[in-house]
T-cell receptor
Framework: DAGVIQSPRHEVTEMGQEVTLRCKPI?????LFWYRQTMMRGLELLIY????????DSGMPEDRFSAKMPNASFSTLKIQPSEPRDSAVYFC???????????FGQGTRLTVV | AQSVTQLDSHVSVSEGTPVLLRCNYS??????LFWYVQHPNKGLQLLLK??????LVKGINGFEAEFKKSETSFHLTKPSAHMSDAAEYFC???????????????FGTGTQLKVEL
């Protein structure tokens, strides 16, 4: 398996624009996670899905953030409108079952100017 | 609620000397524990995991960790550091299924390991 695949690897956008981050989890994994990493706050869990259903979105910072998982092999994280404080590295991860290790993608480095 | 505390934000060692990265956890039940490594501009890679089997866990690249319930610790060690070990290391706890904590991994704040010649 190729692992968790995220796209794009880098995104630079202007404040106010819509940004969509994409993730393909490892095939057969039941859980998908979206994390955000910044110097100030470290790694934060934004949301996670089980069998394509959002289970916990308490980490989503604001209504500007939304995440979907239309099928078992694809998820998106959308920010609309984007703000400079959204600049961070966003990671997608997947795990086979509950309480097992998560496998991370390479991340998307988002810069909002 | 579960938590992990990484006691050192930065550790510096000389190449060839032992590495010790410290982690303490808090959990109502016996948790699952992990160590991840993150090299600059890379994703997180699993080093090793503890899931209530053997208390001494061996991982990749010569790393190992020992689960000590009496001390609520899960320290990461390596006998001899290599330059390629320079990275950030995260201790992670996963809730026991009985805690009702869902599947939320809790990350420590990370320890930056520097390896000098």
């Amino acid at each position: 398996d190729a692992g968790v695949i995220q796209s794009p690897r880098h995104e630079v956008t202007e404040m106010g624009q819509e940004v969509t981050l994409r993730c393909k989890p490892i095939s057969g994994h039941d859980y998908l996670f979206w994390y955000r990493q910044t110097m100030m706050r470290g790694l934060e869990l934004l949301i996670y899905f089980n069998n394509n259903v959002p289970i916990d979105d308490s980490g989503m910072p604001e209504d500007r953030f939304s995440a979907k998982m239309p099928n078992a092999s694809f998820s998106t994280l959308k920010i609309q409108p984007s703000e400079p404080r959204d600049s961070a590295v966003y990671f997608c991860a997947s795990s086979l079952r509950m309480n097992t290790e998560a496998f991370f993608g390479q991340g998307t480095r988002l810069t909002v100017v | 609620a579960q938590s992990v505390t990484q006691l050192d934000s930065h550790v510096s060692v000389s190449e060839g000397t032992p590495v010790l990265l410290r982690c303490n956890y808090s959990s109502s039940y016996s948790p699952s524990l992990f160590w991840y490594v993150q090299h600059p501009n890379k994703g997180l890679q699993l080093l090793l995991k503890y899931t209530s089997a053997a208390t001494l866990v061996k991982g990749i690249n010569g790393f190992e960790a020992e689960f000590k319930k009496s001390e609520t610790s899960f320290h990461l060690t390596k006998p001899s550091a290599h330059m390629s070990d320079a990275a950030e290391y995260f201790c992670v706890v996963s809730p026991h299924i009985l805690t009702g904590g869902g599947n939320k991994l809790t990350f420590g704040t990370g320890t930056q390991l520097k390896v000098e010649l």
